[in-house]
């Protein structure tokens, strides 16, 4: 048997031939003498090197640097893990923080913000078949001015809730609790002018020293930004919470108005109404007023903002209303069906053209049919309403396009300003009278049902 090959087993390969290495040189020859030749070698260079000084400076200078590099090399990603990275992306430089400095923003947000927010108790008369009672509700505000201007939601001071069965009456007390004074301390308030339209309102206390918030600017702001609400909610007075605005420009419809609004997933409840929508900086940026509640709905709050908020708010520090463009008709909507029927258009149709107003003078006709004003497209008298107020100011001239006679016709008309609505003089008493008796017919005729179904 050759000895030069042998077979070794493998578990990978079942057989493996192995090759014996060739003789070679041995280890003094491979190893030692290259040893030495390389030390004294490099005891030579170095010798010289450090020997003449510019080089000696030039690689001690080279050694501390590169030692200075490591170190800040080290203390930078150590630093980024505990602070402040940055993301990079085609769009934008954004700068991520940890949890400390986030919660060193809500802390300072807090802190700047919560004194310039009041709790509101509104005291109501309630008419009902028992008599007369007395009912609380309550609510949020924010300090304006350091006199005693307070904004909050006109739900927060008009009475709303009405049924069948019960009456409220206006506000009948009013009284607002500063930040960091007693529970039993508190002032009277006077409603200097409030809009269902906008739900906002103006209320006024002898104070002076407040501290007014800081406004700030709610046409720039970002899906994603920061934002706390501060209020009332459910009574427990000078509450947080935060987080993010969701969308802007969000439309909502609440009962007969339109509202174009701030949203986002900040917890809003009953109570936080009138409260403060506030930025990173703990400027105001909108005005908490509405959210979304269902079953498995959370996260959907909504707040009036600012900007558009100030315009409504200085009208009613100034006149005690809201000053709006006015066209001046009374009317109803076409829907497709009967404009169908009536070989009409789907429009507004006017009803009543009011004398002396600017449809007077256009000369706007009883059975017009709005269908756009300028460009725009109407369908409804909502519609019509909001384009109007968001688009136009008193002055303004406008053109509507009207079908009349069965041919489309364009008026041009000026806005003037619509009269300041006076509230309906009622005598609660007689209107709950009258309800009663209505249901004590209702109550009579169930009683001869139940005697003949019975007997």
């Known amino acids: 048997m050759d000895n030069d090959n042998q077979f070794s087993y493998s578990a990978q390969n079942n057989f493996k031939q192995v090759q014996k290495p060739p003789k070679g040189p041995g280890f003094g020859s491979r190893v030692v003498i290259p040893f030495i030749s390389g030390t004294l070698g490099a005891c030579l260079v170095g010798g010289v090197c450090l020997g003449i000084p510019g080089i000696k400076d030039r690689l001690l200078s080279s050694t501390e640097t590169e030692k200075k590099s490591n170190d800040d090399e080290k203390k930078s990603t150590k630093a980024s893990s505990s602070y402040i990275s940055t993301l990079d992306n085609s769009s934008y430089n954004a700068k991520l923080m940890d949890i400390a400095e986030y919660s060193e923003t809500s802390v300072a947000v807090s802190e700047s913000v919560l004194p310039s927010v009041v709790g509101i108790t509104v005291t109501y008369d309630v008419q009902s078949f028992g008599g007369t009672t007395t009912a609380e509700a309550s609510g949020s505000g924010v300090i304006i001015s350091d006199d005693g201007y307070i904004i909050t939601n006109n739900h927060v001071v008009s009475s709303t809730s009405d049924s069948f069965y019960y009456q409220l009456s206006e506000a009948k007390d009013i009284k607002i609790h500063l930040y960091g004074t007693p529970e ?46 501060v209020g009332n909610p459910l009574g427990l007075e000078s509450s947080v919470s935060a987080g993010i605005i969701s969308a802007i420009d969000r439309e909502i419809e609440d009962g007969e108005y339109n509202f174009t609004t701030i949203q ?163 005598d609660n008493e007689d209107s709950i ?20 179904f019975y007997y």
């Open 433 to 452: 009278q009258n309800r009663a008796d209505t249901l004590q017919d209702y109550y009579d005729m169930f009683d001869e049902y139940y005697r003949y």
């Open 264 to 426: 986002t997933d900040a917890a809003i409840n009953s109570g936080n109404s009138g409260g403060a929508l506030v930025n990173s900086k703990g400027e105001l940026i909108g005005i908490n007023f509405l959210k979304a509640s269902s079953s498995g709905v959370e996260g959907i709050g909504f707040a009036i903002p600012i900007n558009s908020a100030m315009d409504t708010i200085d009208d009613l520090i100034e006149v005690g209303y809201v000053k709006k463009p006015y066209i001046g008709i009374e009317g109803r909507n076409v829907t497709e069906d009967l404009a169908q029927k009536y070989d009409s258009k789907v429009g507004i149709y006017i009803d009543t053209v009011l004398e002396g107003t600017p449809a007077e003078e256009a000369g706007l006709q009883e059975g017009d049919v709005i269908t756009k004003i300028d460009d725009h497209k109407v369908e409804t008298i909502q519609e019509l309403n909001n384009y109007k107020a968001q688009n136009y100011e008193i002055g303004d001239e406008i053109t509507l396009t009207v079908y009349r006679d069965n041919k489309e016709k364009k008026i041009k008309l000026t806005l003037g300003e619509q009269p300041k609505e006076e509230p309906e003089e009622s």
């Open 184 to 229: 039993d301390e508190l002032y009277d308030a006077e409603i200097i002018g409030k809009d269902a339209s906008t739900d906002l309102a103006v209320l006024k206390i002898e104070a002076e020293g407040l501290q007014e918030i800081a406004i700030g600017d709610s046409s720039n702001l970002r899906v994603g930004e920061f934002v706390m609400a």
